[in-house]
């Protein structure tokens, strides 16, 4: 752990104290990663791949980030969003946001709000509760979230952004990240100039998405814009995102932009292997060649698609519940079924199950007709907003 600290107070599944001495799971991995060479510092910590899992709200929950390390090479995992405010004052939602376990390590925490004072207070929280690193908000496009002056609106504010962020630096021990936009619209790009502030004020990384806020999740990633980033800094890393869903993008995200790290979302939903091939592609030193890492080094056998998926339920219930879990999985079913060979009516019970028999039932019918998929494209059909981004 960074600053010193001991994990002893990071809330858990198990209760709000984790017992203290566990293992830090994310330092036995930057040790064999060490030995590949593709290893990347963030602040203190050292990390074991440059492929991190960027959040993603409702999705990127404890139980995801666990399941998707044990199938290898996260380089990093962030919490979804949390309402500064909210963490502080103790909602139960935001508090279950942030729990974690010694597994799920290394840990980013990703705070939004658009008061200061909310996310300094936020920041000192976990920086006091042994929480390794603390991400600050600054790319999402929701209203609810802008509305308040937080997400991509803190873009639009230049000065204020970087008296925020500043501000929040000074007051923890631990590494301060931010994520964000290219900037509000094609017209006000801000993310370089805002990068190279934040770099100045002691910020340890940058995620950029390459796209505005203007755009959504709408049109093409601008992976010049993301150079741009890349180049308006001096030193600490950039972390590309947008649109990375094979090996290959992965490589091109890198060799386009020059960005140190890749942080993939949607991608990894759709393949949780993804980071594990990343890695091994890596291993087997591939070169950073989008040409040359086309070739898939890994294909997870149909126990392992299996186990994945009841091993995510498991996690989930034993944090949730069985009820809440069950209406928390059903969104996953879209997102999963083409990976791991759901045929389509099994799929659709995954949308509608209710409880852990059912669930099990539903897996041991996968298990007797795995593959018999008649359309091998993912129906993922995630709840991105639609419609004029005026409306949202
Ligand atoms: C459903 C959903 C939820 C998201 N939640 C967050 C979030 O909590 N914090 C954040 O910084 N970005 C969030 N994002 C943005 C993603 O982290 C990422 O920047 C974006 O999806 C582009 O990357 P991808 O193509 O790899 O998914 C979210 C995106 C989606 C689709």
Known sequence: MSAGRTESSIPTVASAVTPAGVVEAGAIDAVSAAQSC????????????????????????????????????????????????HLVSGTRWARELVQTHPDDRPLSVQIYGGQIKHLVAAAKWLDDRGYEAVDINM??????????GGGARLMCDTDGACGLVG???????????????????????????LAREFE???????????????????????????????????????????DVRTVADAWRMREATGCAA???????????????RLKLASARGAG???????????????????????RHFELMVEQHGEFPSCR???????????RLGIPEDLEDRLRRFESVV??????????????????PRPTADIKVPNGPVEHW
């Open 167 to 193: 501000r929040v630096v000074a007051a923890v021990k631990i590494p301060v990240t931010v994520k964000m936009r290219l900037g509000w619209d094609r017209e006000q790009i801000t993310a370089p100039a």
């Open 262 to 276: 890749v942080a993939i979302g949607r991608g990894a939903l759709l393949d949780p292997w993804i980071f594990r």
């Open 288 to 310: 950073l060649h989008s040409a040359s890492a086309d070739e898939t080094p890994f294909t997870p056998s149909p126990q392992e698609q299996l186990r994945f998926l009841a």
């Open 200 to 242: 100045l004020l002691g910020v340890a990384a940058i995620t950029i998405h390459g796209r505005t806020r203007q755009q959504g999740f709408r049109g093409t990633v601008l992976v010049d814009g993301i150079r741009s980033v890349v180049e308006a800094v001096e030193r600490i890393p950039v972390v590309g995102n947008g």
């Open 358 to 375: 059912a669930f099990e039932q539903i897996v041991a019918d996968i298990r007797a007709r795995h593959g018999e998929r008649h359309d």
């Open 328 to 338: 928390m999985f059903r969104k996953f079913a879209a997102w999963y079924g083409a």
């Open 38 to 85: 593709d290893t990347i510092r963030i602040g203190s910590r050292t990390l074991a791949t440059r492929y991190f899992l960027a959040p993603l709200a409702g999705y990127t929950h404890m139980a995801f980030r666990r399941v998707i390390r044990e199938c290898g090479g996260v380089g990093l995992a962030t919490t979804d969003l949390v309402q500064a405010a």
């Open 139 to 148: 790319g999402c496009p929701m209203a609810k979230i802008t509305g308040q």
